[in-house]
């Protein structure tokens, strides 16, 4: 994608000359909002302390994870269990994902894969903030360093999914099994899916 977003470029600096440096700026976005993917929705708790709670969900996709990475995620878990996985995982950089209305936090991680009549299965995982408390506390939700998400659009990009907050992570086979912290994972309703990403980089 980003061969073909640099020869759009100078094709467009090419026709038009020598733009102004403000100009630069508005292709440079303009292309890359046209490669992004956004899904957006509402994330509603079932069960804990967060149980009817309902806030915006959104996440920006810039790029899906290849095979390659994943297969490196995959070895990671395998042989080195959450701290090797969480190496792994912190180098990688998908987009962006957050719950209500603020920054969020980068999505190391998002897979796509095809799914019945022309849908999209998508797979979020996600370093996740430790907060000081947890830190001081010893709490338990510490060991649960990850969030997940799981969504499925129809072939209009609309659909429904899963998160999880604070998970963890391990590996039965070639089969990633997540466990949340102990309340119901959240459910994603009403997504809608907008944009395009260029593929796997």
Sequence with gaps: MRVRRIFFLLCALCLAGMPAPAAHGKVARAARQASRQYVQGQVIGIGGRRAGLNRPFSLMINNYTSPDDVVRLNEALRSGGREELLRVLSRLDAGRISIGNNVGVRANAVIATPSAEGG?????????????????????????????????????????????????????????????????????????????VGGAR
């Excluded at 979020?124 to 010893?138: D, F, S, W």
């Excluded at 659009?153 to 997540?178: C, H, Y």
Aim: proline share 3%; no cysteine; glycine share 12%.
């Design 120 to 196: 999209t299965k998508l797979t979020v995982l996600y370093e996740r903030n430790v907060n000081i408390y947890e830190l001081r506390a010893g709490a338990r939700s510490q060991d649960y360093r990850f969030g997940y998400a799981e969504m499925f659009l129809d072939s209009r990009g609309r659909g429904e999914g899963t998160f999880i907050p604070a998970a963890k992570v391990k590996l039965e086979g070639d089969t990633w099994v997540v466990e949340d912290f102990g309340e119901f994972p959240a459910r994603l309703m009403g997504l809608r899916s907008s944009g395009r």
